[in-house]
């Protein structure tokens, strides 16, 4: 690759040429991140120069319209469709002159690909970067098309599908290739899009699918040497490993079993000619006769299961193929011994380790880990080379496109260590199997150096990124590249250890005067030990935590919180302990004021899942910084009851805020918050989730004020920054309010009619409409006059009142007990 340019190239507007599922995707991506986008594909079929531009365009239109109704969304929010401009290849090539990436996505086709390149040279300004999302093609073929000049700005760019929520980009560089093209989009990518970036060589199917369709079709021929099920392949290749609770073929059937056997045969047909040593790792016949059936998986109704309606819960009844006969019959929930004692290993690395070794059973599911993992380990060591033949240059690129691709929660190397290198090793060599060159390697260096047991990985609290990893060239441990701005809490915790911590959360010190709380209980639910850390630490009553001067709440884990600990409550409303429950209310609320009024900035950073009194965490906090993939919602009547930890409180405020003030009509009724009120007393009455951090701020969950993070890898730094902002310009609380405008009766009563008209309509039941009307209870501030200024105080009286009286009741009972037995709501 060339030696970068020098020139500094900034991302303003994309076109993406190629409207079918994963080009439209690109756009929509792009467009999320609030870039105009040209969308181009060909000229819709059966037009002529007469035709409406309209027709002529019909193809990138219906690929927008698609976008629009995609699930899983596609969107932040569909506002962002209007950044996309619709067109084709014949009439509308001039509206990439203006564009400072290209992005080509079209059929797997190099004669089409190269036909469509001769067109874009045409139109394309002479710095714009040029780069093709292909996954099958070697990208030095696809350059034989481009003059030397563009070579320069051409590369690969391999997204993973669906792209806003697959972390994984792939880029492929060629010799010519400009370093300085590159690292713009490298940087666009990851500050924009979030992307994790891992560059690899030009070899067939790149680092991830090359590894990945390994590791799937080895599971699928041990299936048939083994005579094991497709069920039970799933419950042995799901998130008992740490990998997408889906499993093998669910998976297949969510990406498409077509989309799977094209990278797999794309790949038999070339690994005999790279020297790839499993040439027996092939696609079995049985999936060439679903093919040929066209059983594609969900997108057509069948694949490796076909629906069948729903159980008495609401969950899907499906069948499954008989890989044998080609028949479908019943599915079955596989029960493995060695699984049901790995329920019980909460840390995945331990949890692996267990699966391979305790093989003293002998039966079913160690008979299938052992070949599976180490050969896995045995393929992904292979694929590390310094030589151009192997994709990968180290093995930090291989786990992290593992990880960030297929959604592992450890890469190959991670679950080598996890596992123990030498003594996985040694029960290896002396079965006979194959040891890979680099792992000869690692143990010769050390015998070495006197290590017994040597990881690919160490901890070194010295470098950024907290470890260094294993070279097999150098024969040496070097730094896990950080990029700048990039952090976790795990690794700080291995520079700086715990400030304090109980088994519910921690305080970390981040550095620079500020502290983060970090949650860690089971789903980070919300119990009496996260409660009483935050408060004891935001009080600053204490010696370790007295001198920070700003605190961070947030975490690692998949998801912010689920909200409070539902068995822990309905245990309590079980025993009839209403005073417990008060204490634990009255607590909860004591907590969010405190994040409120702490005289010290606090900003949350919500991900994932931030559900009831994680909301209600985040409501209270002097600033948010999300994360983009936030699923945020105060879920509370789900179960029956209200949000009780100041969630209602909150929204009234910014109701109050959105209103300005109650100004009374000629009735004396309040007229101008009304409509605010609605909207929040909706989204509360019915439990809404947003789809989005940008679908929060429109939910009023998050302010125009808060920023939002793309990149997860950079969520901790950017709230770190922010809070520390927020300190640096002389942050001060705010007062508790004693003059909040009240709705009053008139708007209760006016929210109590919709509720009734629900119910008459038959839309929600009896138990709906009790819950509905305690929320507009305390949304209206009590039975008060209208414009009656009451406090905050008041209003927490008023949750409280409503929640312990819900927890009385039945039915908020079997809701409770439901949602704990199968994870869903039940409307009773």
């Given at each position: 690759m060339s030696k970068a340019s020098g020139t500094d190239r900034t991302v303003f507007k994309v076109a993406v040429l190629g409207a079918g599922t994963m080009g439209a995707r690109i756009a929509a991506h792009i467009a999320n991140a609030g870039l105009p986008v040209v969308l181009l594909d060909i000229l819709a079929p059966g037009t002529d120069p007469t035709s409406s531009k309209?027709?002529?365009?019909?193809?990138?239109?219906?690929?927008?319209?698609?976008?629009?109704?995609?699930?899983?969304?596609?969107?932040?929010?569909?506002?962002?469709?209007?950044?996309?401009?619709?067109?084709?290849?014949?009439?509308?090539?001039?509206?990439?002159?203006d564009c400072d990436w290209i992005v080509e996505a079209v059929a797997e086709d190099l004669e089409i690909k190269h036909a469509l390149y001769a067109k874009v040279l045409r139109h394309?300004?002479?710095?714009?970067?040029?780069?093709?999302?292909?996954?099958?093609?070697?990208i030095a073929s696809l350059a034989e098309a481009l003059p030397q000049d563009v070579k320069r700005l051409f590369f690969g760019t391999h997204f993973f599908n669906p792209p806003r929520y697959m972390r994984l980009l792939e880029m492929i560089p060629i010799p010519e290739t400009d370093e300085g093209a590159v690292a713009s989009i490298a940087h666009f990518c990851d500050r924009r899009l979030g992307k994790s970036i891992v560059r690899s060589r030009d070899t067939p199917n790149f680092i991830a699918?090359?590894?990945?369709?390994?590791?799937?079709?080895n599971a699928i021929r041990l299936m048939q040497t083994q005579g094991l099920t497709i069920e039970e392949v799933d419950a042995l290749t799901g998130s008992a490993l740490g990998w997408p609770k889906t499993g093998?073929?669910?998976?297949?059937?969510?990406?498409?079993?077509?989309?799977?056997?094209?990278?797999?045969?794309?790949?038999?047909?070339?690994?005999?000619?790279?020297?790839?040593?499993?040439?027996?790792?092939?696609?079995?016949?049985f999936i060439g006769t679903m093919l040929e059936k066209k059983w594609l998986g969900d997108k057509v109704g069948q694949g490796f299961y076909k629906k069948e309606g729903k159980d008495a819960e609401g969950r899907d009844l499906r069948q499954a193929l008989d890989w044998q006969t080609?028949?479908?019959?019943?599915?079955?929930?596989?029960?493995?011994?060695?699984?049901?004692?790995?329920?019980?290993?909460?840390?995945?690395?331990?949890?692996?380790?267990?699966?391979?070794?305790?093989?003293?059973?002998?039966?079913?599911?160690?008979?299938?880990?052992?070949?599976l993992l180490t050969e896995l380990f045995t393929y992904a060591a292979n694929r590390v080379s310094d030589k151009n033949s192997e994709p990968a240059?180290?093995?930090?690129?291989?786990?992290?496109?593992?990880?960030?691709?297929?959604?592992?929660?450890?890469?190959?190397?991670?679950?080598?260590?996890?596992?123990?290198?030498?003594?996985?090793?040694?029960?290896?060599?002396?079965?006979?199997?194959?040891?890979a060159a680099n792992v000869e390697k690692l143990l010769l260096w050390a015998e070495r150096n006197g290590e017994s047991d040597p990881g690919w990985y160490k901890d070194d609290a010295g470098v950024p990124s907290g470890r260094r990893y294993f070279d097999p060239f150098s024969e040496s441990y070097k730094p896990v590249p950080a990029a700048e701005g990039t952090g976790s809490i795990a690794t700080i915790k291995k520079a700086r250890g715990v400030v304090k911590k109980n088994p519910g959360a921690s305080v970390i010190d981040l550095g620079d005067g500020v502290a983060a709380i970090e949650l860690h209980s089971k789903m980070n639910a919300l119990g009496g030990d996260i409660v009483s850390l935050i408060t004891q630490t935001l009080k600053q009553a204490s010696e370790p935590v007295r001198d920070f001067e700003a605190f961070v709440i947030t975490g690692d884990s998949a998801n912010f919180s689920v909200g409070a600990n539902l068995m822990q409550l309905l245990l309590a409303m079980q025993e009839e302990e209403w005073d417990e429950i008060d204490l634990m209310v009255r607590a909860f609320?004591?907590?969010?004021?405190?994040?409120?009024?702490?005289?010290?900035?606090?900003?949350?950073?919500?991900?994932?899942?931030?559900?009831?009194?994680?909301?209600?965490?985040?409501?209270?906090?002097?600033?948010?910084?999300?994360?983009?993939?936030?699923?945020?919602?105060?879920?509370?009547?789900?179960?029956?009851?209200?949000?009780?930890g100041g969630g209602c409180k909150e929204m009234l405020l910014r109701s109050v805020e959105a209103g300005t003030s109650i100004r009374p009509d000629a009735r004396g009724e309040g007229v101008e918050i009304f409509e605010a009120v609605k909207k929040n007393f909706e989204t509360i009455a019915k439990a809404t989730v947003s789809t989005s951090a940008a679908d929060a701020r429109g939910l009023g969950f998050l302010r125009a004020s808060d920023g939002i993070t793309v990149n997860r890898e950079r969520l901790l730094m950017d709230a770190k920054q922010r809070v520390r902002e927020m300190a640096d310009a002389g942050y001060s609380a705010p007062l508790p309010r004693t003059d909040v405008p009240a709705p009053g009766e008139s708007v209760l009563a006016t929210l109590k009619l919709a509720v009734w008209t629900m119910h008459e309509g038959q839309y929600i039941s009896g138990h709906d409409v009790k819950v509905a009307n305690w929320v507009a209870h305390v949304l209206a501030g009590g039975r008060v006059a209208p414009g009656t200024p009451v406090s905050e105080e008041y209003l927490l009286d008023l949750e409280r009142e409503a929640f312990l009286s819900l927890c009385g009741e039945k039915k908020t009972q079997e809701r409770i007990a439901f949602t704990l037995k199968t994870g869903k709501p039940l409307r009773n």
């Open positions: 309209h027709e002529r365009n019909k193809v990138a239109l219906s690929a927008l319209e698609g976008l629009k109704k995609a699930k899983p969304a596609a969107f932040y929010t569909v506002d962002s469709a209007r950044l996309i401009v619709p067109g084709n290849f014949d009439d509308d090539m001039s509206l990439i002159a394309r300004r002479a710095d714009a970067i040029l780069t093709s999302n292909t996954s099958g093609l070697p699918n090359r590894v990945g369709t390994f590791s799937m079709g093998t073929f669910r998976l297949a059937d969510l990406v498409g079993v077509d989309v799977l056997a094209h990278v797999a045969r794309n790949f038999e047909a070339k690994a005999a000619a790279i020297g790839d040593e499993r040439t027996d790792v092939k696609l079995p016949e080609l028949g479908y019959r019943p599915a079955t929930r596989p029960k493995f011994p060695a699984l049901e004692m790995a329920k019980n290993v909460e840390a995945t690395a331990a949890r692996v380790a267990q699966l391979l070794h305790d093989d003293a059973r002998g039966d079913k599911a160690a008979a299938f880990y052992w070949p240059e180290n093995i930090v690129e291989v786990d992290a496109a593992m990880r960030t691709g297929f959604n592992w929660e450890l890469g190959p190397f991670e679950m080598f260590d996890a596992v123990g290198v030498r003594a996985t090793t040694d029960k290896m060599r002396a079965e006979g199997a194959p040891i609320q004591k907590m969010t004021q405190t994040i409120k009024y702490c005289p010290r900035p606090v900003v949350v950073a919500p991900y994932g899942m931030c559900l009831g009194g994680g909301v209600e965490i985040s409501l209270h906090a002097a600033a948010r910084q999300p994360h983009a993939e936030l699923y945020m919602g105060l879920v509370e009547t789900g179960v029956g009851l209200i949000p009780g």
